[in-house]
């Protein structure tokens, strides 16, 4: 029978709080017995009274809120053979394939449909009622029960076992692991592992890397939002390689423009002829070969092949979606969860609990508490100030740190990104500040609306604090800055201009600590923080008869959700689609980040992480929408990108207006200071295209209305083929849907209420304590 501990600590010295505490455990206990609740306390006595409850359910009270909860069942087994798109490709071309692993004791595919009390005699193994309910629908049955039981006032939301966690009542509540995650010392065959065992020997360990991840074991074991999670990752991690693949081949041709761009040659030749005017009012004049290694460098990223690896991204990204829909729509099928979000979640507890009035529910024609819209409209509103009032907070540091920057530039201007990164940094801290004050309290009816409210909420503000420095350098940085004579300026102070090399060089440079420096360090910190977690005991490996479960698990760090896993890997897709022609090393970076990724993660939720309750989920939620926009912003973006700030167009507008050739380039693109700035009668050159009174020149205008141009036939090529791959790849595989109306008439079949009478007898027996009439029907 599983259990799910509650753990509670009273230190000796008593106080108001801890009376209060006190009876509110004592309430809410008193209301789980009274629903039926089986309960046993163990006392732990050490520095502080420890005291474990650990509840179990027993089979009526499983059956009645299996039903209430609308769990599905199994009716029949269903022979289904597993593979995806890799394997299949593999198999296509005779290729071994290395990825494949055999893993023991796979959970069995079944018909099913929800379940009913009457009808209990008609789904599969219902004899057993040991096994007849998976761990997983145990333990989220006694959450359920958890979650809605009250300890206090209703309207004040005093309800649900996360609210005494909040309030310090209890200290937590968890599902316990089946046991240790090492494998057995002695000899045993794979029938006798564990499913714990099974996803540590063949998914959690270092090597496992190159293996297919046991999806169906995850979610038999964390339940599906957890299984979903990874098999988004995995299959993310997966369309990586072909993205991989191509910019490091382009990279290796950039490599080869370092060594034979004319352009590159002119600079590091004849540069010592070229001064440059000075790049900020304290600054010196310099020569133009001064820049010719970064220059150089810098063709490893604005090159020809810019272009192409920017069309393949924005498609690649649209594809994966598609692709992505298709394999969610299989998972959820296999995993009942396909029409969860329109029929069978339940409203949260909070809500029943604070909620003024009923209203029928269209789909499942139950009556449910409900929130007024004009109630939820004042919470709404001010939902959306906090965040507007966040990012504006976030703005404003980010213009302090500009105006910062060029006030001390006379330090600084050799290091510009040092300072960039200090500014990330600091708002990361910031964030991490803020990050519960933007919990939604618009009152929303299901958990999964509560989460994606939560998550766009977040995801808006780190957004704006994680893209504001790259955005400034790729679009903003150097555009306003005037010329020599007419500079222009904020607040007194001079516009910042890009550096020596450009602006595009020092985004790649901002690129490449994020997806470098900064993942690095976030894999070094998931792998360090949880070895340092306090503990005296190794938790799975050397329990010993001494120590009871619920405090070897209780020992192991509480699992905080899934939050923090998506907004990682959301951003780094937004890094390596938004800015992916400044660094078409990215997709590579991310790679190998997220082969490391997924071995961390799955080491926290087998060895390091308390076991979480399971939870449903039918998709990923609100993110896929987060991603299909981030898919759009690229698309905008790299057009800009190529457009404005590299130096494709200005190239190629140079070879059509000439012979051909890019001799004289560098010359074609510096213009020569007025008069009037000269100091010393020392003539100097800037970048633009302007004539000696600062004037734009015919060039300028010409490729303006190139550049702009270019945008938009950019951006509708390539939404043009993104919604013609959207039209051609269905969201559902054909497959599925004849799976989905098999089992919707196996269920209807199984569960039809009007029965085809042969014989009906009725016999009525008179007593002295009145009628008793006795039905025997036989039925078909």
């Given at each position: 029978e599983p259990v799910t501990p509650l753990k509670a600590s009273e230190p000796e010295d008593k106080t108001s709080t801890q009376a209060t505490h006190r009876k509110w455990r004592e309430e809410f206990l008193s209301k789980l017995q009274t629903a039926g609740l089986q309960q046993e306390q163990v006392v732990v006595q050490s520095k502080t009274k420890t005291t474990y409850v650990l509840l179990s359910a027993p089979w009526n009270i499983l059956c009645y809120y299996a039903e209430e909860i609308s769990l599905r069942v199994p009716l029949q087994v269903e022979t289904n053979e597993d593979s995806n798109w890799s394997e299949k490709i593999l198999h296509k071309l005779h290729i071994p394939n290395i990825l494949a692993q055999q893993v023991p004791n796979p959970p069995p595919d079944y018909y099913t449909c929800q379940f009913h009390t009457k009808k209990l005699e008609r789904f599969l193994d219902h004899e057993n009622k040991d096994t007849f309910f998976k761990t997983t629908q145990r333990h989220q049955i006694l959450y359920e029960i958890l979650s809605r039981t009250p300890y206090g006032a209703m309207k004040r939301g005093e309800v649900g076992i996360a609210r005494l966690i909040t309030e310090g009542a209890f200290t937590a509540a968890y599902p316990l692991h089946e046991g240790p995650y090492h494998m057995p010392r002695g000899p045993a065959g794979p029938e006798s592992l564990s499913t714990r065992q099974i996803l540590y020997q063949y998914w959690a360990r270092w090597a496992c890397w190159k293996k297919y991840q046991p999806l169906h074991h995850i979610r038999e074991y964390f339940g599906e939002k957890v299984a979903l999670y990874f098999a988004w990752l995995g299959f993310y991690t997966g369309w990586l390689l072909p993205a991989a693949v191509v910019g490091f081949f382009l990279s290796l041709f950039g490599i080869w423009l370092m060594v034979t761009d004319v352009p590159a040659q002119e600079v590091c030749h004849n540069g010592e002829n070229i001064v440059m005017c000075p790049l900020c009012d304290i600054c010196s004049y310099w020569n133009l070969s001064s820049i010719c290694t970064t220059f150089r460098v810098g063709l490893l990223f604005d090159n020809g092949g810019t272009v192409f690896f920017s069309i393949f991204m924005s498609l690649w990204a649209?594809?994966?979606?598609?692709?992505?829909?298709?394999?969610?729509?299989?998972?959820?099928?296999?995993?009942?969860?396909?029409?969860?979000?329109?029929?069978?979640?339940?409203?949260?507890?909070?809500?029943?609990?604070?909620?003024?009035?009923?209203?029928?529910?269209?789909?499942?024609?139950?009556?449910?508490?409900?929130?007024?819209?004009?109630?939820?409209?004042?919470?709404?509103?001010?939902?959306?100030?906090?965040?507007?009032?966040?990012?504006?907070?976030?703005?404003?540091?980010?213009?302090?740190?500009?105006?910062?920057?060029?006030?001390?530039?006379?330090?600084?201007?050799?290091?510009?990104?040092?300072?960039?990164?200090?500014?990330?940094?600091?708002?990361?801290?910031?964030?991490?500040?803020?990050?519960?004050?933007?919990?939604?309290?618009?009152?929303?009816?299901?958990?999964?609306?509560?989460?994606?409210?939560?998550?766009?909420?977040?995801?808006?503000?780190?957004?704006?604090?994680?893209?504001?420095?790259?955005?400034?350098?790729?679009?903003?940085?150097?555009?306003?800055?005037?010329?020599?004579?007419?500079?222009?300026?904020?607040?007194?102070?001079?516009?910042?201009?890009?550096?020596?090399?450009?602006?595009?060089?020092?985004?790649?440079?901002?690129?490449?600590?994020?997806?470098?420096?900064?993942?690095?360090?976030?894999?070094?910190?998931?792998?360090?923080?949880?070895?340092?977690?306090?503990?005296?005991?190794?938790?799975?490996?050397?329990?010993?008869?001494?120590?009871?479960?619920?405090?070897?698990?209780?020992?192991?760090?509480?699992?905080?959700?899934?939050?923090?896993?998506?907004?990682?890997?959301?951003?780094?897709?937004?890094?390596?689609?938004?800015?992916?022609?400044?660094?078409?090393?990215?997709?590579?970076?991310?790679?190998?980040?997220?082969?490391?990724?997924?071995?961390?993660?799955?080491?926290?939720?087998?060895?390091?992480?308390?076991?979480?309750?399971?939870?449903?989920?039918?998709?990923?939620?609100?993110?896929f929408t987060i991603l299909q926009v981030i898919t759009y912003l690229a698309v905008i973006s790299n057009a800009f990108l190529i457009a404005f700030t590299s130096d494709f167009l200005p190239r190629l507008y140079y070879r059509y207006t000439t012979e051909g050739s890019l001799r004289g380039y560098m010359d074609f693109t510096l213009s020569v200071a007025p008069n009037n700035f000269t100091q010393s009668h020392m003539q100097c050159r800037y970048r633009g295209f302007r004539d000696d009174k600062g004037h734009h020149t015919p060039e300028y205008y010409n490729l303006l209305a190139i550049r702009l141009g270019f945008v938009i036939i950019f951006e509708h090529v390539v939404f043009l083929i993104g919604r013609m791959i959207d039209w051609m790849v269905p969201d559902i595989p054909e497959e599925v849907e004849i799976k989905i109306k098999r089992e919707q008439y196996m269920a209807k079949k199984a569960l039809a209420e009007n029965q085809v009478i042969l014989h009906r007898l009725e016999f009525c027996i008179l007593r002295n304590q009145g009628n008793v009439c006795l039905f025997n029907r036989v039925f078909v």
């Open positions: 649209v594809t994966f979606l598609e692709h992505w829909k298709r394999t969610c729509a299989v998972l959820s099928h296999r995993w009942d969860c396909s029409e969860f979000e329109e029929s069978e979640e339940r409203p949260r507890p909070e809500f029943a609990a604070m909620a003024p009035t009923t209203i029928r529910n269209p789909v499942t024609g139950a009556e449910e508490p409900h929130f007024p819209e004009t109630s939820r409209f004042r919470r709404i509103i001010t939902g959306n100030m906090v965040i507007i009032i966040m990012v504006a907070v976030v703005l404003i540091f980010l213009i302090a740190i500009i105006l910062y920057r060029s006030i001390l530039s006379i330090i600084i201007y050799k290091s510009h990104n040092a300072f960039f990164i200090f500014s990330m940094c600091f708002l990361i801290v910031q964030s991490q500040r803020y990050f519960f004050t933007l919990r939604p309290t618009e009152m929303h009816r299901t958990q999964t609306k509560y989460e994606d409210a939560f998550t766009l909420k977040v995801f808006i503000f780190q957004f704006v604090n994680f893209y504001s420095s790259p955005v400034y350098i790729a679009f903003f940085k150097g555009r306003f800055v005037g010329y020599p004579g007419n500079y222009y300026k904020l607040f007194g102070i001079r516009n910042e201009d890009c550096g020596a090399s450009g602006c595009l060089i020092e985004l790649a440079q901002e690129l490449l600590v994020i997806m470098v420096g900064k993942q690095v360090i976030n894999n070094v910190q998931e792998f360090v923080l949880p070895k340092l977690h306090p503990t005296q005991r190794e938790n799975g490996a050397n329990i010993t008869e001494n120590v009871a479960p619920w405090e070897t698990d209780y020992e192991l760090l509480m699992c905080e959700g899934l939050f923090s896993e998506y907004l990682e890997m959301v951003l780094q897709f937004g890094f390596i689609t938004i800015f992916v022609a400044a660094c078409p090393l990215a997709p590579f970076f991310a790679l190998v980040n997220n082969w490391v990724e997924i071995r961390l993660d799955s080491q926290k939720f087998v060895c390091e992480y308390r076991r979480p309750v399971a939870e449903r989920a039918q998709d990923i939620g609100i993110w």
